[in-house]
Every structure is written in structure tokens, then in C-alpha cells.
């Protein structure tokens, strides 16, 4: 029972490159969450998910896309990087809206 | 819109207890209370509900005023192990979304 996963750990991009994140959860939850955490900023909601084929928007949702095809995977994508998405990034996953998230291990993103 | 969190920082010696306040500007039907330990992700420990009871576990516990809506989170004797950031989220209702505060760090010291 792995939780959540998240794939890759660090990634450094150019300006202007593209990237997927991916997560990746075993619990069979419903509802997935792509945060970003940024110093002194606390946790940023950027998209989220309530279900396969769902998605939503967040706090910070320019410049980022999401997918879920699968209930056990929710994808974050950047189309053209820039510095300003230079941040930690993490996936998180709950059963219900008013259940525990559980937390992935983050991944940090630096772009140059 | 963001909640609000403090104080922002807070050092204390092993033994000693502190009170973590979280503060919204809109009406809440839940908060959630986690904490984040250097380097690793947030970890859960605990929700309030709309018209639930004030919850704790072992030293820590926190009380919900709807209509103040607030919440604190109160940490008794604390150990080194509270050390980390605490972080309030908070919920509208309808929502399926959380808002998290920008966090407390807590030192605790020998």
C-alpha cells in the first residue's frame, strides 16, 4: 500500500518548456488535489478533482492543466514553464470532502 | 480567500503550551488542521465539523466557533516533536475544496 505517489522528485526546465507531473494514489479515493507551496505563501490550491473525468479550478489555476482519465491517477501539466512556477509541488488525495487528505511527497520544480 | 493564521511564528521550551489561531472572513462549514515537518509533506491531525464537538488527540486539540468563525488549535506540554508548521484549511460547504492559511511555525527547544 503505497498512498500517494508522485513521479518525478525534482525537475529543472527552461523557460518555455513542457512538463507533466503525474500522481498516482492506491486507496481508491474519489477526490484528488494538486497543491503548490511557495515560502511564506502556505498551500495554494491549483486544480482538483471530484471523480474520473472531473476536473476543477483552484486558487492558482493559469498556466497549468490537469487530466484525470483513470480514478488513480490525477496529471499536472505545464505547457511553457516560466520562473514564477518554480515551487514545490504536491498531490493529495481524500475519500470525501470532509476526510483527511493524504499528502504525496512532493515535487520540486525549478525553472530557469 | 485566504484564512488567516497566528501568530506566524512561535518558540517554545519542552514542557510549555501554545494556541494556534485560524481566522476566516467567510462563513465555515469545516476546518482542517495538518502539520508539516521540514522537507516531507503535510501530515492530518484533525477536522472540525459545523456543529461538532472540540476534538483532541493525546496533548493536542482544537474548538470550532461558527460564529466567530474561527478555530484553535492547543498544544499542551508540548514535545520536540511538535516542532514543524501548522497549517489551518478551511471549508465553505459546497465546496469540495479546502483553503489553506500560510502557516504557524512552531520551535519547541530542550
Known amino acids: 500500500n503505497a498512498g500517494v505517489t508522485q513521479t518525478p522528485k525534482f525537475r529543472v526546465l527552461k523557460t518555455g518548456q513542457s512538463m507533466t507531473l503525474l500522481c498516482a494514489q492506491d486507496?481508491?479515493?474519489?477526490?484528488m488535489y494538486w497543491y503548490r507551496q511557495d515560502p511564506g505563501m502556505g498551500l495554494r490550491l491549483i486544480h482538483y478533482?471530484?471523480?474520473?473525468?472531473?476536473?476543477a479550478k483552484g486558487e492558482v489555476p493559469d498556466g497549468y492543466n490537469v487530466s484525470r482519465l483513470k480514478k488513480q491517477n490525477f496529471l499536472l501539466g505545464l505547457e511553457s514553464a516560466a520562473p514564477s512556477q518554480t515551487s514545490v509541488y504536491f498531490c493529495?488525495?481524500?475519500?470525501?470532502?470532509?476526510?483527511?487528505?493524504?499528502f504525496g511527497p512532493g515535487t520540486r520544480l525549478t525553472v530557469l | 480567500q485566504q484564512p488567516v493564521q497566528s501568530p506566524q511564528a512561535v518558540i517554545l521550551r519542552e514542557g510549555e503550551d501554545a494556541v494556534i489561531n485560524c481566522s476566516s472572513s467567510?462563513?465555515?462549514?469545516?476546518v482542517h488542521w495538518y502539520r508539516q515537518k521540514h522537507g516531507e509533506a503535510p501530515v492530518f491531525l484533525m477536522i472540525?465539523?459545523?456543529?461538532?464537538e472540540q476534538k483532541g488527540h493525546d496533548k493536542i486539540s482544537a474548538s470550532f466557533n461558527e460564529k466567530k468563525q474561527q478555530s484553535s488549535l492547543y498544544l499542551t506540554a508540548s514535545q520536540l516533536s511538535y516542532s514543524g508548521t501548522y497549517f489551518c484549511?478551511?471549508?465553505?460547504?459546497?465546496?469540495?475544496?479546502?483553503?489553506f492559511g500560510t502557516g504557524t511555525l512552531l520551535a519547541v527547544q530542550p
Open positions: 493529495a488525495s481524500s475519500y470525501s470532502m470532509v476526510g483527511e487528505q493524504f
Open positions: 486507496m481508491n479515493h474519489e477526490y
Open positions: 478533482s471530484v471523480g474520473e473525468g472531473t476536473t
Open positions: 467567510k462563513a465555515l462549514y469545516s
Open positions: 472540525l465539523l459545523k456543529g461538532g
Open positions: 484549511g478551511t471549508d465553505g460547504g459546497a465546496t469540495n475544496k479546502l483553503i
